[in-house]
């Protein structure tokens, strides 16, 4: 086994892994590939749902980092609090940021030029950052002044869990569905349900609708805060996936948009480029303009009129995340981006370049 950074000497290489845990005990996936390697892995579940106590969580942790070859965190504010936890240490270990994306309109930055300038120093202490949009990508490198050549892209995937279709009371007549927590459209997504008389099923968090009070239209049925199963159901059973969005510069869901392609689902999609890695015109749905209701409209007609196109969009992709977007895909890069990590490389290119 090769040695890297800090560590024991003759030893494999040791992970130290800040995430945001659901589950007491729970372990990424990329934690069984790496030990069959001979890696030692520490995975430290923080405050979930509480950018503050995670971020304490982190800068608190008792752990001595310098006897790890890589440290790594999760998500946007872990990241930064593993970096700012970094730069006051004479730790070696290689730090890289998995899955990193900010869906929310967030950042760690202040508006006042030399306070940023100071605050985007700290993120020059990951080596790589494992990214799941090449739109993001470019953001976070503009936004922070981050090297552009420390990104790498990678889909994001993972396999459908079981779910029953008996468990939910669908629409009697053929719908669409928008499923998603941050920067979903609930107000483009009523007026084309309103416009094209098609029934349709949007679940989102409680904060999301509380944010657009309006009262959704007849044919649209609310729903907050359910499990993941009970929305997979419900989009399961529709004859279209939608991802609206309010705006280009962040996070796009490319959760919901995955989830709908590996259930054969075709999609209608608002053009950014935070999603464009996934949704393709013509490919796996169709591309509507942002906020343009009556396009929204239109495409919900046509998918339910057409059937063919319907089953091609669906089919294609369907076949698209099951060959990149499966949990084994997924979990191959992320393993591929922390051996190269420890080894002080860049890995081989996961997907077409940032």
Same mark, same amino acid.
């Given at each position: 086994m090769f040695h890297s950074g800090s560590g024991s000497p003759g030893e494999g290489p040791r992970l130290l892994y800040f995430f945001r845990g659901e589950e007491p005990g729970a372990r990424p996936s990329f934690a069984a590939p790496l030990e069959a390697q001979g890696w030692e892995? /520490?995975?430290? @579940?923080?405050? /979930?749902? @509480?950018?503050?106590? !995670?971020? #304490?969580d982190v800068l608190q942790c008792r752990r001595d980092f310098s006897n790890y070859n890589v440290v790594a965190a999760s998500e946007y504010f872990l990241t930064w609090a593993l970096c700012l936890r970094l730069l006051f240490s004479r730790v070696k270990a290689k730090a890289v940021a998995l899955t990193f994306n900010q869906s929310s309109r967030r950042l760690a930055l202040t508006g006042f030029r030399p306070i940023d300038a100071l605050l985007n120093r700290v993120w020059r202490r990951i080596a790589l950052f494992l990214v799941h949009s090449r739109a993001e990508a470019r953001l976070f490198a503009q936004v922070h002044d981050i090297p552009a050549d420390r990104f790498v892209f990678s889909y994001w995937g993972y396999d459908l869990p079981d779910f029953s279709r008996a468990k939910v009371k669908v629409p009697d007549q053929p719908y669409v569905t928008m499923v998603g927590r941050n920067n979903r459209d609930l107000a483009t997504l009523y007026a084309a349900a309103e416009r094209s =008389?098609?029934?349709?099923?949007?679940?989102?968090?409680?904060? &999301?609708?509380? +944010?657009?009070?309006?009262?959704?239209?007849?044919?649209?049925?609310? #729903?907050? $805060? +359910?499990? &993941?199963?009970?929305?997979?159901s419900y989009v399961d059973r529709s004859f279209a996936h939608l991802v609206l969005v309010t705006d280009s510069n962040r996070g796009a869901g490319h959760i919901s948009a995955v989830s709908a392609m590996l259930l054969g689902k075709p999609q209608i999609f608002s053009d950014v480029a935070p999603i464009a890695d996934y949704l393709i015109? /013509?490919?796996?749905?169709?591309?509507?303009? #942002? !906020? $343009?209701?009556? @396009?929204?409209? /239109?495409?919900? +007609? +046509? #998918?339910?009129e057409d059937s063919a196109l319907a089953e091609r969009l669906?089919?294609? =992709?369907?076949?698209? @995340?099951?060959e990149h977007m499966s949990d084994q895909a997924s979990t191959s890069r992320t393993v591929r981006t922390l051996v190269a990590a420890a &080894? !002080?490389?860049r890995p081989e290119i996961l997907e077409d370049s940032v």
């Open positions: 892995i /520490d995975c430290v @579940a923080v405050s /979930d749902y @509480a950018p503050a106590r !995670g971020i #304490l =008389g098609v029934p349709a099923v949007v679940i989102t968090a409680g904060y &999301m609708a509380s +944010r657009y009070p309006a009262r959704p239209p007849a044919n649209v049925t609310l #729903l907050v $805060d +359910r499990p &993941m199963e009970e929305c997979l015109d /013509d490919f796996n749905g169709i591309a509507v303009t #942002l !906020g $343009d209701a009556e @396009a929204v409209a /239109d495409a919900i +007609r +046509r #998918l339910k669906g089919s294609a =992709g369907k076949k698209f @995340a099951l &080894m !002080g490389k």
